[in-house]
């Protein structure tokens, strides 16, 4: 038997004074495929956009984080079931 654990993906941080991003786009929506590597989201962290790609393939089973919204560091954004 073979069990997928979800994975989550969650808001990073890229400079030492990071404590907060805004989602400024999602490149893919509920019940999308991704391929390791493939670019997800688009945040903005202190007037710098950059983009977080997906750690694993699989599909994205829920988008928990809004366009336009601050979230803190650490904050899951979405989820992935790994294929």
């Given amino acids: 038997m073979v069990i997928c654990m979800a994975v989550e993906i ?3 941080k890229w400079g030492m004074m990071m ?4 989602i400024v786009k999602w490149l893919k929506k509920e ?14 962290a202190e007037k710098i956009v950059n983009v977080v790609e997906a750690p694993v393939s699989g ?3 829920k988008i928990l984080a809004k366009e336009d919204e601050e979230y803190p ?11």
Avoid: Y
Avoid at 19 to 22: A, L, Q, W
Avoid at 73 to 83: C, D, K, M, N, T
């Fill in 10 to 12: 969650k808001m990073p």
């Fill in 59 to 61: 599909k994205i089973v």
């Fill in 73 to 83: 560091v650490g904050e899951v954004l979405a989820i992935i079931e790994p294929s």
């Fill in 19 to 22: 404590e907060r991003g805004r």
């Fill in 31 to 44: 019940g999308d495929k991704v391929e390791k590597g493939e670019p997800m989201v688009e945040i903005e």
